[in-house]
């Protein structure tokens, strides 16, 4: 890796890649991740299904199974907030919402002014988001900070914005947008998610919360402190986020890595690309653009 000192900024062309999950039931995760989310199954083998869009050979979430593992508790653990799904346009928003609603599938929902989105919960309690962006031109910077907020979402507006078309599936384009995660102090995430990887803050206001971004999107990655004073990451023996992925360039991914190291954190090369690791244990994986 080079040692070369580098800005720590991550380039602007970056993506997310899949997210790994710890879950007690295959057979039960797969249920839910196929029929209420319509992800489909890309790669299956005794104890793990990789699962993807439809059409598209294009790994989202990876499911691997700890019989017994317990569900996530409803507070006190460090690791994953939610990740996020990220649909191509709102039709597909709302074609989704139209197959929770006939499905009878509780939801949350919310207008955060850069986007529209529902959150769910899956069998382990897993937390999951799936949204579609408002385009960049309807975003506002305000002092420095992009204005986001929670509101009420117009379920009927986006419902509309369907036409009328059924849900087939997550359809061609969707991907991870980005991943939230409850950490244990502001402070300590930010000097490792952006002091030494390389994000960039877009709106530091927000209580208990940081949103970071890598090419001004309104953000890659959220942090937070909600889950508690006490909290501790979750056990090898509980439902959980086991690794999530970012990929670029190869040099930007090197030159990552490599003031991640130089920060004294937790860096080893592991086929493909390396693998970091936060103060709570959450492991991040580095890859280049062409191995997602």
Do not use: C, K
């Amino acid at each position: 890796m080079t040692t070369s000192a580098e800005p720590a900024r991550l380039p602007p062309d970056l993506t997310l890649g899949p997210v790994r999950l710890q879950v007690g039931d295959l057979s039960r995760s797969l249920a839910y991740y196929e029929g209420v989310l319509g992800l489909g199954v890309l790669e299956r083998a005794a104890g793990s299904a990789v699962l993807g869009p439809s059409g598209e050979r294009v790994p989202l979430v990876e499911l691997r199974e700890r019989p017994g593992s317990l569900p996530v508790p409803r507070r006190g653990r460090l690791g994953l907030y939610h990740f996020a799904v990220l649909l191509p346009d709102r039709a597909s928003l709302g074609r989704f919402v139209t197959h929770l609603a006939a499905a009878g599938v509780r939801i949350g929902a919310s207008d955060h002014r850069v986007s529209e989105a529902l959150y769910l919960t899956d069998p382990d309690g897993l937390g999951i988001e799936v949204y579609a962006d408002r385009p960049r031109s309807a975003w506002e910077w305000e002092a420095g900070e992009l204005v986001m907020s929670t509101d009420p979402l117009d379920l009927d507006s986006v419902a509309a914005a369907a036409g009328g078309r059924p849900w087939t599936g997550m359809p061609p384009g969707t991907r991870i947008g980005h991943l939230h995660l409850h950490v244990g102090t502001l402070g300590q995430a930010s000097a490792f998610y952006q002091d030494a990887l390389g994000f960039e803050p877009t709106v530091r206001s927000y209580p208990g919360a940081l949103f970071l971004s890598a090419g001004g999107y309104h953000h890659h990655l959220g942090l937070n402190t909600w889950a508690g004073d006490a909290a501790v990451p979750a056990g090898d023996g509980e439902a959980r986020l086991l690794e999530w992925t970012v990929a670029a360039g190869p040099a930007d991914m090197e030159r990552a890595a490599a003031r991640v190291a130089q920060a004294g954190y937790s860096v080893s090369e592991a086929a493909p690309g390396w693998l970091l690791t936060d103060p709570w244990g959450t492991r991040l994986r580095l890859v280049t653009s062409s191995t997602p």
